[in-house]
């Protein structure tokens, strides 16, 4: 319990009451967490379509918000080979396996674009893995609290 002693014309002392800086810390990192809760939301129901191609396109915008969380610029109609173009300027990752089966799951015959898909999503993992590893600790804190993805 806060006691509060006054001390001479008007002054008052607080004792055993919660800082401020606890608060503005409390506070900060409930924003940080709801940010990457609805990140993690957001990329879930992303992926929650049965579709092949809903699928394709979902892996198309997940690694695009990936990419706009590490402060890269590109076009909403940036095509699969131009996201792949852009990771290996910035980054130097060769993303052709991604782009070659995220293709195939959104342009190929139906039969066809069912296992791309599938091998999409495991590119797609992959590369988003490879691209964390060469990112420094502090990028992927700026990354994770960035809001650019949820724009895209």
């Known amino acids: ?17 919660p800082s401020l800086l606890t608060l503005i810390a409390l506070l900060l990192a409930g924003g940080i967490i709801l940010v990457t809760l609805a990140k993690a939301i957001r990329r879930a129901l992303r992926f929650a379509g049965a579709d092949v191609r809903e699928q394709a396109t979902a892996c198309r915008r997940d690694l695009m918000g990936f ?4 402060g890269v610029e590109l076009p909403a109609s940036a095509t699969l080979a131009d996201i792949g173009e ?4 910035d980054f130097g990752l060769d993303l052709g396996p991604f782009v070659d089966a ?7 015959p139906p039969k066809a674009a069912d296992p791309a898909v599938r091998r999409a999503r495991r590119e797609l993992r992959r590369s988003r893995r490879q691209l964390r590893r060469q990112l420094s600790l502090a990028s992927r804190a700026r990354g994770a609290v960035s809001l650019r993805s949820l724009g895209v």
Do not use: H, K, P, W
Request: net charge positive.
């Open 1 to 17: 319990m806060a006691r509060i002693a006054f001390i001479g014309a008007g002054s008052v002392v607080r004792e055993n009451a």
């Open 67 to 70: 990419l706009a969380d590490q």
């Open 86 to 89: 852009a990771v290996d300027r």
């Open 102 to 108: 995220a293709t195939a799951a959104r342009f190929a």
